[in-house]
């Protein structure tokens, strides 16, 4: 097995172009086929990589305590985020790591590009692969055509690599949907009035309350001290409230935040992307669990407190 790890290796470098440099290797003429496995996912359901065949792949081999894959991983997504599946398929295999130590850390990380699970590393052994992180690129054929041994360090490289492996690939944004209930809610980083930071994946592992505003709806200002009194007596370890500002500058929200006194943290989307991100108007309310999956919408005013506490007993 051994020489067979290192044989496929060496065969790969003399084949194949490789990414971080662009530059081609002698013996072009050779093929070298990807490798068939059939994995489980996070989500126990069976994958192969034949189930693929007619589109690109992009497969890559990580672990969870390696820093060049933790380095890797927010690029990973930013590129998954962006093209479609039918330009080129995302594929990913944890070597070795424990089901639930991927789970927490896919929660974690806001991490939503396929995971299959190789624990006991018989995926690796095939691609005989010398360490992690490292990424094959494989043609709608199945045949590696470039593979990078450590971490790329943008989505722009990614991007690159793979349009010089396939220069006539037409690369497809995916379409954006609105945010459903049972689907992951789309991450933001924004300020606060106060300016500071707030990113919401940082909240994974509690329930997060996240409402949509803007001072000019009355509706939405009726309804903000009934956020404030669940705040008082809620807020704590297990829930976050978060509002969000669509659109107006730190002084108009200042003002209604001191007319009303309020005192939970309200957050800044000067140019609405945030908003426009979430296809909602205002108010807006979404029920958030702690994998940062929608579990409820309210796309109207809140009556009273015990109509958020009810929509907080959701099913979660």
Partial sequence: MRRYKWHLILVLGLALVLISSAAACTGTEKVTYAPDFTLQNVNDETISLS???????????????CAACQFQIPYTQAFYDEWSSDTIAVLTINV????????DYIASHGITYPVLLDPKG????????????????????????AYKIGAFKSREEIESGIKN???SLIFKPKIETSPEIGKRAPDFTLSTINGQSATLSEFRGKTVLLNFWVSSCTACVDEMPYFQTIFDEQANEELVVLSINCGENSQTVQSTIDSLGLTFPMLLDPDGKVCTTYKRGAPTTFLIDGNGVIMAIRDKVFQSPEEIETMLASPQ
């Fill in 96 to 103: 070795g790591d424990s089901i639930s130590a991927i789970q």
């Fill in 165 to 167: 492996m396939f220069p």
């Fill in 51 to 65: 189930d693929f065949r007619g589109k690109p792949v992009m497969l890559v081999f990580w672990k969870i305590h």
């Fill in 122 to 145: 018989e995926a690796a052994q095939k691609y005989g692969i010398p360490g992690v992180p490292i990424t094959f690129i494989i043609d709608d054929e199945g045949i590696v055509k």
